[in-house]
């Protein structure tokens, strides 16, 4: 199963930046369910310098220095990506069966284990993702009983957002409290993806931002158009000797075929597609363009057959 990704971000300045320093994290990550097939990276105005390199969560960055004076930033990533079905229902699998009990998880991350060193970084309070309140801690407890299977709890608890949570565009931003999205019981999937986590990590489980893309399909008999997808995100929480699993509370499923991994981190922040300092002055506006699509049979064996 292969994908064709198209990933714009552009910022419009309103007065000249004489210079800018900027992160893009647009290359999707590669690992046991995912290859990264091909992959491009276009920038303009053109770069004084630049460089790559793989932060701490394994994320691909690329720095960029532009000390030409410009009144516009565009930043397109072209990517081709394979996902591997068979593997991630393996991998999901495997977890339910090794899964345990959320009180043998608790016991068990409260002890030196050197398999959940790495994992144990995702216990603590990020910069967007605060411990969560006792209202927060309560309600993810509703679905994590202490003698409850931790992979049964969190699929319910991924259900109950998906049924308690209304998806609505526009209400928050990256940096609305997630004590106001639990209040108001709505946002987007960002939003429902750092909720999740405080609440998790708030009652002692391990959990990390997901940020990828997922192919949104048209209308059955239309034909889907160029730049209607976007960005998505969603969550993954630590079984201790089962090990990492992925939860999408926008679309209440386990991700398999359908979800691109980008990267991940503690918060959107570690994750972002791009950021950056700019000298200037006046506001700019920032646009973003996403297209993600399924190769079929066909292209495949065309392209094959223009290989040989």
């Not at 980008?262 to 300092?277: A, C, F, H, M």
């Amino acid at each position: 199963m292969i994908y064709d990704i198209y990933h714009k971000t552009e910022f419009q300045y309103q007065s000249s930046v004489t210079f800018s320093h900027n992160i893009a994290r647009i290359k999707p990550k590669a690992n046991l369910y995912q290859k990264l097939l091909e992959f491009s990276l276009d920038i303009m105005p053109q770069v004084y310098e630049s460089h790559e390199f793989t932060d701490m969560f394994g994320n691909s960055n690329t720095h960029m220095l532009i000390r030409k004076p410009h009144r516009s930033l565009c930043v397109i990533g072209k990517s081709k990506v394979e996902i591997f079905p068979e593997l991630i229902e393996q991998h999901v699998n495997s977890v339910k069966e090794n899964s345990i009990t959320f009180s043998s998880a608790l016991e068990r991350l409260a002890r030196f284990n050197v398999d959940d060193l790495c994992a144990k970084q995702y216990l603590f309070a990020s910069t967007l993702i605060p411990k969560g309140s006792s209202q927060i801690k309560e309600y993810a407890l509703e679905s994590f009983h202490l003698k409850r299977d931790i992979f049964e709890a969190t699929n319910e608890f991924m259900g109950r957002i998906f049924n308690d949570f209304k998806f609505v565009s526009g209400f928050s931003d990256i940096t609305t409290p997630v004590e106001e999205i639990f209040e108001a019981k709505k946002g987007v999937c960002q939003d429902f993806a750092q909720f999740a986590i405080s609440a998790l990590r708030t009652i002692g489980l391990p959990a990390k931002y997901i940020s990828g893309y997922i192919e949104t399909l048209p209308p059955k008999g239309e034909e889907k158009l160029f730049g209607i997808d976007a960005s998505h995100a969603w969550f993954c929480v630590y079984i201790p000797n089962a090990g990492w699993i992925e939860f999408d509370p926008t679309n209440n499923m386990i991700p398999k075929e359908q979800h691109i991994l980008l990267g991940s981190g503690r918060d959107y922040n570690d994750i972002s597609p791009l950021r950056g300092v700019v000298m200037s002055s006046g506001n700019s506006n920032l646009s973003v363009t996403v297209d993600v699509r399924k190769e079929n049979k066909q292209q495949l064996q065309m392209q094959f057959q223009s290989q040989r």
